[in-house]
């Protein structure tokens, strides 16, 4: 019966775009939603039609009944914090697939927000996990290309690892200590860091279950960009802070899409740190000189860019070289509302990976961050060359 459910569930999000509906999706459980929250951004393979709708996940799930919220609070919430508390507000201020969020205050006045999980998805969601990396299996026994082409059983994992750190909401106080020690340790030579905060976690108030934090004043980029108040001067700014974790340090946000920043008009906040990807450094180093390369219309360097980023040298490099200069015969002549990055960057993958490159796993989550970053620059400079743009910062992320 699970089996059938995922069935029914890649039926709706590869079908006709009428018959997808988000709210079934969200009573498929928790599985059901984190993998419709990865093809959200994939418009190169399912069209904005259905990406849009996809995308309400991260913003509009079901909240709990009230009743169900305070006595879930009572229950998980730790003596310490309702000594400190002087005021908590019963409707959520949002809400996720896995928990949501609530405004508070502390009785020194200060202004919290309360994250609570919903409920224990542990086990249904391990269950889940399985009947859906089982039909993965049986996929690839009749169909072994579609390792190389999709990495189904990788990107299950993947799924499953990010998730259950999620379900530990402690995890979100260890990521976000770790990003400041990032940040501040590139604070001498890139004073622009500066405009990057983090909301303080109160571990002492806390649990795995309920935590404690900061209230961000500031709104979501994505409220921003809807509302057509974010600036592609804006958006340069948060290229060139992301790109110093992204291809400097390796480390980086691993969900970040425009729901997980704040902006204020010069700072940048960074919230839902609690899933820190890695990534090889000379794999992020060879993603940012292909960048680099197609901005300056150097388009058999990238080919050797993207050559050199796999796992192992190819036999016969001539026709991966040949399909990727067909492919990018007529690119960079558009604005980035015309040529997205995004679809381009997933044909590059796929025609490599047809060609017989290997890329490392793993992979994915910078590429996918990559995605989120164009994403933005669509919404809100469509008429800009962005990779011409980014590629004058590319020596920031070497003297770091």
Known sequence: MRAWRFIQLFRMIFGPAEKLDPRKIEKMGLLAVKIAQMYAIRADLLGPEKTAKLNGFYEEATPMPVGDFLAAAKREAPAAFWRELDHLEESPLAVASLGQVHRGRLKDGTEIVVKMLRRDHAEEFQRDVEAV????????????????????????????????????????????????????????QLPHLKQLAFPKIYRELST?????????????????????RFGYADLLLLFRIHGYFLFHRG??????????????????????????????????????????????????????????????????????????????????????????????????????????????????????????????????????????????????????
């Open 133 to 188: 990396r089982w039909l993965a299996k049986t996929s690839l026994f009749f169909y072994p290309p579609l390792q190389r082409l999709a990495d189904p059983i990788g990107t299950l994992e993947a799924i499953r690892r990010t998730t259950v750190t999620e379900m530990d909401l402690l995890a979100e106080a260890t990521g976000t200590e770790k990003m400041k020690q990032l940040r501040d340790a590139g604070l001498a």
């Open 208 to 228: 795995s279950q309920f935590l404690v934090s900061e209230f961000v004043a500031a709104p979501t980029v994505r409220r921003l960009l809807k509302e057509k």
């Open 251 to 400: 480390e980086f946000h691993g969900d970040f899409h425009p729901g997980n920043i704040c902006f204020d008009g010069s700072t940048f906040w960074f919230i839902d740190n609690a899933n820190l990807e890695t990534v090889p450094q000379a794999f992020s180093r060879g993603l940012l000189r292909f960048m680099v390369a197609l901005g300056e219309k150097r388009y058999d360097d990238a080919a050797l860019a993207i050559e050199a980023l796999g796992v192992k040298p190819m036999k016969n490099p001539l026709p991966f070289r040949e399909a990727f200069l067909q492919l990018y015969a007529n690119f960079g002549n558009k604005p980035v509302g015309e040529e997205s990055l995004t679809m381009q960057m997933m044909q590059t993958i796929r025609m490599a990976v047809e060609k017989g490159l290997e890329f490392p796993e793993g992979a994915f989550p910078i590429i996918k961050s990559l995605m989120y970053l164009d994403g933005m620059a669509i919404s809100c400079a469509p008429e800009r060359f962005l990779l011409q743009d980014v590629a004058t910062y590319a020596a920031d992320f070497e003297e770091a």
